[in-house]
Antibody, heavy 119, light 109 residues
């Protein structure tokens, strides 16, 4: 069974940084495309970004609101994907989900980690 | 900026059939956008229902089905049950990235 476990969320001041981690198990991680999705309190789901597998170039894509501030990376030796978030804004407050990507869709979801940006 | 559109809310009677749609603010939904559908109940992580237009994710009952309906993607629930009362989101794989619709709140009553 594929499992994704996010960690690293917390309270951070505007302008600060935070790094989220997502540990994966039950899959050949090096072949997996991974994505981050977030959900602000009481709001809908929003795609944050995606990283392809290294065999597909390992490239990343980001949603416009986070481009230039957030960076997704992966460590296939640790079966882990990361989301480095810099220059955080109050509007980045959300529950952040890690997902696998398959056939242009989100496949397996983690339970999420909460990020609160507040002074 | 292209917006993915969904009905904000819908209501269905227990045992009834409902079709939710997923469109674009300008243009038609192409099969090349690999439409997918997700169910989310309050306090829970989303669950993948349908991907690549009409392929059910593992464990999803066959009363959930996906299709193309005119210029939109569609999710049909046949024989609605009380625990189908949830938020439903579609996603399109656009050139700008993976874009969520605003979600449809489905009430079963």
């Amino acid at each position: 069974e594929v499992q994704l476990v996010e960690s690293g969320g917390g309270l951070v001041k505007p302008g600060g940084s935070l790094r989220l981690s997502c540990a994966a198990s039950g899959l050949t991680f090096s072949n997996a495309w991974m994505s981050w999705v977030r959900q602000a309190p009481g709001k809908g789901l929003e795609w944050v970004g995606r990283i392809k597998s290294k065999t597909n170039g390992g490239t990343t894509d980001y949603a416009a609101p986070v481009k230039g501030r957030f960076t997704i990376s992966r460590d296939d030796s640790r079966n882990t994907v990361y989301l480095q978030m810099n220059s955080l804004k109050t509007e980045d407050t959300a529950l952040y989900y890690c997902t696998t990507v398959n056939w242009g869709a989100f496949d397996v979801w983690g339970q999420g980690t909460m990020v609160t940006v507040s002074s | 900026q292209t917006v993915v559109t969904q009905e904000p809310s819908f209501s269905v009677s227990p045992g009834g059939t409902v079709t939710l749609t997923c469109g674009l603010s300008s243009g038609s939904v192409s099969t090349n956008y690999y439409p997918s559908w997700y169910q989310q109940t309050p306090g829970q992580a989303p669950r993948t229902l349908i991907y690549n237009i009409n392929t059910r994710s593992s464990g999803v009952p066959d009363r959930f089905s996906g299709s193309m309906l005119g210029n939109k993607a569609a999710l049909t629930i046949t024989g609605a049950q009380a625990d189908d009362e949830s938020d439903y989101y579609c996603v399109l794989y656009l050139p700008s990235g993976m874009v969520f619709g605003g979600g449809t709140k489905l009430t079963v009553l």
